[in-house]
């Protein structure tokens, strides 16, 4: 049950069967700048990070709410504890 519907190419690659070595380097370079754009957009690539764990904190927040609200003291705790200790550090 193979259909003949022609598969999606994503922007860093190259799609096959071109012959002409022109279009096939303009493929090429498309390809790569498309690729260097993925990575070096890291303004972009921070925000689907910070929403993939948004939504994992999310989810284990609704499974464990308990253990949600203990992580989150203990964040508090932790980042209070350093301030506490940079200020000490530096008065001193």
């Known amino acids: 049950m193979s259909s003949d519907a022609p598969v999606p190419v ?3 690659a190259v ?3 071109i012959d002409d070595p022109v279009e096939k380097a303009r493929a090429e370079l498309k390809a790569a700048l498309a ?3 993925v990575k070096a957009n890291i303004p972009r690539r921070l925000s689907v990070t910070i929403d993939d764990s948004i939504e994992k904190a999310q989810a284990f927040s ?3 709410p308990t253990l949600a609200a203990a992580a ?8 209070g504890a350093a301030v506490w200790a940079f200020v000490r550090s530096y008065s001193r």
Do not use: K, W, Y
């Not at 989150?72 to 980042?79: E, K, P, S, T």
């Open 10 to 12: 994503p922007r860093t």
């Open 15 to 17: 799609p096959l069967g």
């Open 62 to 64: 609704q499974r464990s």
């Open 72 to 79: 989150v003291l203990a964040a508090a705790a932790a980042v």
């Open 35 to 37: 690729a260097i754009e």
